[in-house]
């Protein structure tokens, strides 16, 4: 399975902003697929995750209510929408990846497979 993340941008504290991840090599549907962000010298952190062969998602606690993970079969793609964006949600942003479920979803090392990273950047 190859990834491929998108949508990164600038946006102001309270605006929106739309990640895609593009799949390929492998269904979306059978995939637990998850997001992740990295700021500078700090450990990569869950965002959220979509279990495989369901619609039942987890959020980290600071981002509940305001982001969305989604995925869209025909298209092969799993997204973040991300609203009233802050600045602490600045980061590269990360898709990833694993064939089965694990109950550490959560944890980066869980997953094999990983896009890019596209650069999300939150201005005050």
């Known amino acids: 399975v190859q990834l491929q993340a998108s949508g990164g941008g600038l946006v102001q504290a309270g605006g929106s902003l739309r990640l895609s991840c593009a799949a390929s090599?492998?269904?979306?549907?059978?995939?637990?697929m998850a997001w992740f962000r990295r700021t500078p010298g700090k450990e990569r952190e869950f965002v959220a995750a979509?279990?495989?062969?369901?619609?039942?998602?987890y959020y980290r606690d600071s981002v509940k209510g305001r982001f969305t993970i989604s995925r869209d079969n025909a298209k092969n793609a799993v997204y973040l929408q991300m609203n009233s964006l802050k600045p602490e949600d600045t980061a590269i942003y990360y898709c990833?990846?694993?064939?089965?479920?694990?109950?550490?979803?959560?944890?980066?090392?869980?997953?094999?497979?990983w896009g890019q990273g596209t650069l999300v950047t939150v201005s005050s």
């Open positions: 990833a990846a694993r064939l089965y479920w694990s109950v550490a979803y959560y944890s980066h090392d869980q997953y094999s497979k």
């Open positions: 090599g492998g269904s979306v549907r059978s995939l637990t």
């Open positions: 979509l279990r495989s062969g369901t619609s039942t998602t």
